[in-house]
């Protein structure tokens, strides 16, 4: 069953158009990678399914229910909007505990996630105290509790090192492969590159895109071939199809072992000759650059 | 409802200042009690009336109002300073039955702790002024209804700041409607006047601890008024939280 189904979601704060007639589904067994840059209205997106926003148009059913109907939502779905978003004067512990009595989880499961996380040696320590990736960890710890078959996070490495990055990724990998369905939001192409099998990419509060990476990939951006040589102007000339930059040229429609000929037939020195693959981040700034709230 | 009440009594203990500013408030009310006490017993000539010695014991009780009322707003308010109220809600969707536990909790520790405080207050006033028992006409209705009204203060405070969802917008509100307000209505003009400030939020509601005789409100009938206010405030704000974004 798909797990998330947004269907026409639309949500306006008053002249603001945050989410725009946005469908798409999210499905078990994989990690649906949620695109868009700055204020594209990922969070907002993630706020109404999670009943927290009340659309304004449109619909989005969790595992066929609205989440405001679900009895024991957290057994059913975990989430991580805000990892800040806690009350620092409670213990790591006091606040999952809190957490899964309402939802008539056993304590014990409270330690459990504690240890899963990594924090079982501060579980009595006061969150307010905790560095950005321990907030980031206990966030994941509390969307864990209800053992859940949809995990959805808002943006979880952000103000991360490296060493959470990967942790988090590999975590998501795992859960994924346990058959949950994981809606992850980023706003940076390569995070997702690396942890997704599919994604949603929006803009400006609309779809711009619903591929698996790889159709994604191959789909916005061609590869070219770059050609240097010290006398560029005759290849060029020569190569007739090519694009001349300053110091190189692009070549889309002919391959590296077609130029090669060509220039070695004519006897033209090169200097590169290179088959360049546009980066994942390319591709996506590519496709986005036409929504971009802020452009720089 | 009860896995909601487990957790909300989780998260009032779990926080030390709750604790802290409820027994201030509690110490508060005890102090001034005794202060009041060693005033009146060096000024006043003779013996005090039972009733009087109530009076002056409890007389902290507009200050532990403002303590517990600002209490109450914060059980709501703070979860929404740090935004920890969109964790609550996507553990408790139904956000009436959040508030309803919100409350039932609140109004449970705070009656404890008021009740305990006046109790405690009355019985250092009877030891300092001397001559009075709860035995005596008016006195356990006085310090029972000084625990009573302190409650329902917290409860107002709840209300607002279900309502207002903002600390300080909710603690001035309180303030404004439990200690300003009622002051101010005493010069409002003409019978109609008389009436609006003896039904005025806690002019109605102290009745039922200090009954005033100009009052056309009883003490029990005061309390149900003061009750009336609180249900009000506390049903506009469950229209409210319902239809709002969190
Ligand atoms: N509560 C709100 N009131 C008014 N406008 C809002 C509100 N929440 C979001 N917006 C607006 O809606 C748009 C989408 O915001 P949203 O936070 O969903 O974007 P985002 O994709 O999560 O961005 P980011 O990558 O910066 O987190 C923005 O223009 C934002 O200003
Ligand atoms: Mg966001």
């Not at chain 1, 229910?65 to 004067?89: E, I, M, N, S, T």
């Not at chain 1, 304590?107 to 079982?120: D, I, K, P, Q, S």
């Not at chain 2, 703070?78 to 969707?93: F, H, K, L, N, Q």
Request: with cysteine; glycine share 10%.
């Amino acid at each position: 069953m798909t797990a998330i189904r947004a269907t026409n979601l639309t949500k306006r704060y008053g002249r603001t158009v945050a989410v725009a007639d946005l469908s798409f589904d999210v499905e078990p067994g994989r990690v649906t990678g949620f695109l868009g840059p700055n204020g594209a209205g990922k969070s907002t997106t993630m706020r109404m399914i999670l009943g927290l926003d009340r659309p304004t148009g449109g619909s989005v059913l969790v595992d066929g229910v609205p989440y405001r109907d679900l009895r024991h939502p957290l057994r059913k779905v975990g989430a991580l909007l805000d990892a800040k978003a806690v009350h620092g004067g409670r213990s790591a512990r006091d606040h999952l505990l809190a957490i899964a009595q309402s939802n008539a989880i056993p304590a014990g499961r409270v330690m459990e996630v504690l240890e899963t996380v990594g924090l079982r040696e501060v579980a009595r320590k006061r969150i307010g105290g905790f560095s950005l990736g321990m907030s980031q960890r206990l966030g994941i710890a509390a969307a864990l509790l209800g053992d859940p078959e949809i995990v959805i996070f808002d943006e979880p490495v952000n103000g991360l090192d490296p060493d959470g990055i990967l942790w988090i990724r590999t975590f998501m990998r795992d859960l994924a492969a346990e058959g949950r369905a994981v809606f992850v939001s980023s706003h940076l192409m390569s995070e997702m590159a690396q942890t997704a099998d599919h994604l949603v990419v929006i803009g400006k509060g609309r779809l711009i895109a619903d591929t698996s990476v790889a159709e994604f990939i191959g789909r916005s951006s061609q590869a070219y071939v770059r050609v240097r040589s010290p006398r560029l102007a005759e290849v060029a000339e020569l190569v007739k199809v090519g694009r001349l930059h300053p110091d190189h040229l692009r070549v889309t429609a002919m391959t590296p072992l077609e130029i090669g000929a060509l220039t070695a037939r004519a006897g033209l020195p090169l200097e590169e000759l290179t088959l360049v693959q546009p980066s994942l981040e390319a591709a996506y700034m590519e496709l986005t650059k036409d929504s971009l709230e802020y452009s720089s | 409802m009860i896995d909601i009440i487990r957790s909300e009594w989780t998260k009032l203990r779990s926080v030390r200042s709750t604790m802290w500013t409820l027994g201030t408030a509690a110490l508060l009310m005890l102090a001034i009690g005794a202060l009041m006490s060693i005033a009146v017993k060096n000024s006043h000539e003779g013996p005090v009336p039972p009733s009087g010695v109530a009076e002056v014991s409890l007389m902290g009780v507009n200050f532990a109002a403002l303590a517990v009322a600002a209490l109450g707003a914060l059980v709501v308010t703070s979860e929404y300073r740090t935004g920890a109220i969109r964790v609550s809600y996507m553990a408790v969707p139904r956000r009436l039955l959040l508030l309803a536990g919100k409350l039932v909790v609140f109004a449970a520790v705070a009656l404890a702790v008021c009740m305990a405080a006046a109790f405690a207050a009355f019985l250092v006033g009877r030891t300092i002024l001397g001559g009075a028992s709860l035995g005596d006409p008016g006195v356990l209705r006085a310090v029972t209804g000084t625990g009573l009204y302190l409650t329902a203060c917290g409860l107002f405070g709840l209300a607002l700041g279900a309502l207002v969802r903002h600390t300080p917008g909710a603690v001035v509100a309180a303030i404004g409607l439990i200690l300003v307000l009622p002051q101010l209505t005493v010069m409002l003009p003409g019978q109609w006047g008389r009436t609006v400030n003896d039904w005025f939020t806690s002019n109605a509601g102290r009745q039922v601890a200090f009954p005033s005789e100009a009052s056309s409100l009883g003490p029990w009938s005061g309390f149900a008024v003061y009750l009336g206010w609180i249900a009000v405030t506390l049903a506009a704000a469950c229209v409210l939280t319902a239809r709002r974004d969190a």
